[in-house]
């Protein structure tokens, strides 16, 4: 029913629900708190009603320094397969440290991690008795 008369032409039933919606935004911005650099001035809810209390225990993670990476880096075995050689990674570990320092810490900052280090490449290592 659109101003008092049933319609039936779905057309004309969006446009009617469209325009519906756009006339609540008009109509609330002609109402709204404008100041002279034309924004709109909206009060300030206290929503912390809302929210559940602290929890110490909850998940914080610090961030990495460029010794913890270099730490771990020296921690890895020799003999691992890797794309780069492990002792090649542990002579140069005291560059690429400070920068997966600063990578690592981007990502956790921006909630973001590059798609292409969540590739990863599993192969079968053959290690004793029946290779079948």
Known sequence: VINGKLV???REIANAF???FVSIAINMNKNANIDTDGIQILPLHDNSKYLDKRIEESIYMHPCTPQEIYDLIHELKNDKASDIPVN????CSDILSVYLDRFINSFMTQGIFPDLLKIGQISPVYKKGNSQ
């Open 8 to 10: 039936n032409d779905r």
């Open 88 to 91: 090649v990674l542990k002579k």
């Open 18 to 20: 469209n325009q519906y």
